[in-house]
């Protein structure tokens, strides 16, 4: 009896380690699964600079981990992008360039989008010469400014500066006439009514000039995250082609984000280039102009290129 009860205790006790072994096996495959954490990515609104980021994501080119989060300004978006409750942004490189000189943990992996901004004045204006003296609506510390402040330089155009947290405080301070002039950029110069126009487009002075950048929060990077945006931003490429060349579809989208007829729309895409990856002509032009941010004290220290761009391949 003892012999058949030890037999008995024994088989029982294999069939339970068999079973062990097999929980063991399923979980360590479990675990050996790669697994996407959301991935949150701040957008400005309004603003084209995101619209292929939008469409890829629209369109299910994403991954369905990546989440589009709005804020209204560059600097909601840097504060968040710092305190990590997000993981990536498309933001004015002159904020970026801002929070890694203060040592936080951002980085430039791409640029993204190109040639939007201009200088918008009443219809009855006509040329440069009668900014002089003109009460100018900013961002502060934004690439606008630092983009208008270089080009009024140039010409020796003297003005007197008002700021605006959002661009859509500064518009509507220019429809009530409480500033002579705003720096903005797509799709609010096409909102704006029609006794306002267009006195100049950076881009004639800025030829492919960056405007917004992709930029992440490295604190804790993986390499699995790494090849995640490596992934994101070859998804959204095939957007940005599109955008590039005003495809329907993209004109129908950006229509309807922005509440834009098709001649709108047309007229803001037309102005509007879109890019991935760095080019050695972008960060050139931003060094250029955050030397006149350091001047200026928004930017506290020159960056090298290892403190500020990040090549993800």
Not at 54 to 79: D, I, M, R, Y
Not at 80 to 98: E, H, K, Q, S, V
Not at 183 to 199: D, G, H, M, N, S
Not at 213 to 228: A, C, H, K
Request: glycine letters at 6%.
């Amino acid at each position: 009896m003892k012999t058949a009860e030890f037999e008995r205790l024994s088989r029982s006790f294999s069939a339970w380690m068999l079973a062990l072994a097999l929980i063991a096996v399923l979980l360590a495959a479990g675990c050996g699964r790669t697994h996407k954490e959301e991935m949150r990515i701040g957008v400005i609104k309004p603003s084209v600079d995101h619209l292929p980021l939008t469409h890829a994501h629209q369109t299910g080119q994403l991954s369905p981990h990546v989440k589009l989060v709005n804020f209204s300004s560059g600097w909601e978006v840097q504060e968040a992008l710092i305190a990590g409750r997000i993981d990536a942004a498309i933001m004015p490189f002159t904020y970026a360039w801002n929070a890694a000189s203060l040592g936080y943990p951002l980085r430039i992996v791409s640029h993204f989008e190109l040639e939007t901004d201009g200088i918008i004045v009443p219809s009855g204006l006509s040329n440069f010469a009668e900014l002089n003296e003109a009460r100018i609506g900013l961002l502060k510390a934004s690439t606008l400014e630092i983009l208008f402040i270089d080009w009024a330089r140039e010409r020796g155009i003297i003005y007197d500066p008002v700021y605006f947290r959002t661009p859509n405080e500064m518009a509507a301070a220019l429809e009530v006439g409480d500033v002579d002039a705003i720096v903005t950029y797509e799709p609010l110069i096409q909102k704006l009514p029609a006794r306002f126009k267009v006195l100049h487009y950076f881009k004639a002075d800025y030829p492919g000039h960056p405007c917004c950048d992709f930029v992440i929060n490295v604190s804790g990077l993986t390499q699995q995250r790494r090849d995640e945006y490596r992934e994101l931003l070859d998804a959204v490429k095939l957007s940005q082609d599109a955008a590039n060349r005003a495809e329907n579809e993209l004109l129908d989208l950006a229509g309807r984000l922005y509440g834009l007829d098709r001649d709108q729309t047309r007229n803001a895409l037309s102005n509007t280039v879109y890019m991935t990856g760095l080019s050695e002509a972008g960060m050139a032009f931003e060094r250029k102009m955050t030397g006149m941010a350091i001047e200026l004290g928004y930017q506290y220290q020159e960056l090298d290129d290892s403190e500020i761009f990040l090549r993800l391949e």
